[in-house]
């Protein structure tokens, strides 16, 4: 099992940046591919980013790509999400999730069998 915690949220005005970083301790973090979900108030959480478990291997919801980028540190146990050009749509509560199974990278919900408890980006117009 691995346990996840994510940091990094707040308030940002509309273009502004935020990095959210999340750290993993337990089983080996390499050993997870590694993914970005976040859900607004009253909708679905959905895919935001994930990296395979070597790190080559990225994908991004067309929402965020090109101003998102997941990247990982394997000697830290983290998984970073670097946000740019940020938008008053991005504003949810984001979530990391650890994925034991896929040797690429996942980006449904029921193929992540970890979870962090979240955090809280919100962003002004």
């Known amino acids: 099992q691995v346990q996840l915690v994510e940091s990094g949220g707040g308030l940002v005005q509309a273009g502004g940046s935020l990095r959210l970083s999340c750290s993993a301790s337990g089983r080996t973090f390499s050993n997870y591919a590694m993914g970005w979900f976040r859900q607004a108030p009253g909708k679905e959480r959905e895919f935001v980013a994930a990296v395979s478990r070597s790190g080559r291997n990225t994908g991004y919801a067309d929402s965020v790509k090109g101003r998102f980028t997941i990247s990982r540190d394997d000697a830290k146990n983290t998984v970073y999400l670097q946000m740019n050009s940020l938008k008053p749509e991005d504003t949810a509560v984001y979530y990391c999730?650890?994925?034991?199974?896929?040797?690429?990278?996942?980006?449904?919900?029921?193929?992540?069998?970890?979870w962090g408890q979240g955090t809280q980006v919100t962003v002004s117009s």
């Open positions: 999730a650890a994925d034991p199974n896929t040797g690429y990278y996942a980006t449904r919900r029921y193929e992540y069998e970890y």
